[in-house]
């Protein structure tokens, strides 16, 4: 039995690249934004793009405030 330390594989100990990450997500988010120069007719996919977009900033700038306050690891 593991007792109270909880049974983990070796891949999870890895540090994992955080800032490429956050990088990635800003270059697609901007990728997304850049989409709204397409060629159709409605709105709806500009509000999808749009909102998508702002989604993928609203995680990068909640897990870059979140780790500076030291609530996240």
């Known amino acids: 039995m593991a007792g109270s330390e909880p049974v ?3 891949d999870q100990h890895k540090p994992g690249h955080r ?3 956050q990088i990635g ?3 697609s988010a901007l990728a997304l934004l850049a989409m709204i120069c397409g060629n159709h007719e409605g709105r709806v996919e500009d ?3 749009i909102g998508l977009a702002a989604l993928l900033l ?3 700038i909640g897990d870059a405030v979140l780790r500076r306050n030291g609530l996240r690891s």
């Open 8 to 10: 983990t594989s070796p």
């Open 19 to 21: 800032r490429a990450g």
């Open 25 to 27: 997500a800003v270059l």
């Open 47 to 49: 509000i999808w793009l």
């Open 58 to 60: 609203i995680i990068v």
